[in-house]
């Protein structure tokens, strides 16, 4: 139909339609998401959709950008009420050694030697942070210029804005509110977190908490299984799809 109208010159009937089709593929349950057609057919209006924009004027593209963030505010709003809970649990890392690191025939040199690290106890988010936790971050930050929580040596000018040249805070996978947050860099992890009245792990914190004690090299055990994570063609997914592939205290 979107097309039929963009035929006819209904150019904002057209557009509409699309945004329609969009909104209720993206509402459908998580199990359906993970369906290869859903996603194909997901990706088909969206790429619709981009190519159907290229004929707007410059006025219309403006207003059509205005109109696209206001809605993404209204739905990052909606799912922090329905999943702030959720996406605010952290889990409890005890106290211990565990193997740290890689043998010298494996990965990246980096990562050599294999050795035992003793951590004291910690506390580390179960789920990836969200576009929608991290909107909120930046609506805040906007509103008040209230910068104390970034690195002080952070580059000037830095507004914690996701993106690259290419693909700004505009970008689509933007509009999903429990999509993990991407295309941000340390320094904008680093403000978050403070902000967040947390803070970044350290390497060591973040390897015991996604391995475990015995050196496994998955979160899972030894063996690869595409199955038990997001990897290769497929589209990006809400975070916490995967539950079979959660570490060894239920990192996620």
């Known amino acids: 139909m979107g097309g039929i109208y963009w035929k006819l010159g209904n150019q904002r009937e057209a557009l509409t339609h699309l945004d329609k089709c ?3 593929l993206e509402a459908q349950p998580p199990e359906t998401k993970l369906d290869e057609n859903y996603q194909k057919t997901l990706q088909g209006v969206k790429i619709y959709i981009s190519n159907l924009e290229k004929g707007l004027n410059p006025s219309e593209k403006n207003q059509r950008k205005e109109l696209t963030l206001t809605e993404r505010g ?9 999943n702030r809970g959720k996406w605010g649990e952290m889990i409890l ?17 980096e990562e050599t030697p294999l050795h035992e690290v003793h951590l004291d106890a910690y506390y580390i988010d179960k789920y990836e ?5 991290y ?7 906007k509103t008040t210029g209230d910068h104390s929580k ?5 580059p000037k000018g830095k507004d914690h804005t996701p993106g690259t040249p290419h693909t700004g805070w505009d970008y689509p996978y ?10 941000v860099d340390w320094y904008d992890a680093y403000a978050y977190a403070g902000w967040a009245g947390k803070r970044l792990p ?51």
């Open 22 to 24: 969009k909104t209720l």
């Open 74 to 82: 209204e739905k990052m709003k909606n799912a922090l009420v329905e």
């Open 93 to 109: 890392i005890p106290a211990g050694k565990f193997t740290m690191g890689t043998t010298e025939d494996e990965f990246i040199p």
């Open 129 to 133: 942070v969200t576009n929608a936790q």
């Open 135 to 141: 909107w909120e971050f930046l609506q805040d930050i």
């Open 150 to 154: 970034c690195f002080p040596g952070e």
């Open 174 to 183: 933007f509009d999903f509110p429990d999509y993990p947050v991407s295309r």
């Open 202 to 252: 350290t390497e060591a914190e973040w390897e015991k908490a996604a391995r475990g004690t015995d050196g496994r090299r998955f979160p899972w055990g030894n063996v690869w299984d595409a199955k038990r994570c997001n990897v290769g063609p497929d589209a990006p997914l809400s975070v916490g799809s995967f539950e079979f592939g959660k570490s060894p205290y239920g990192c996620l």
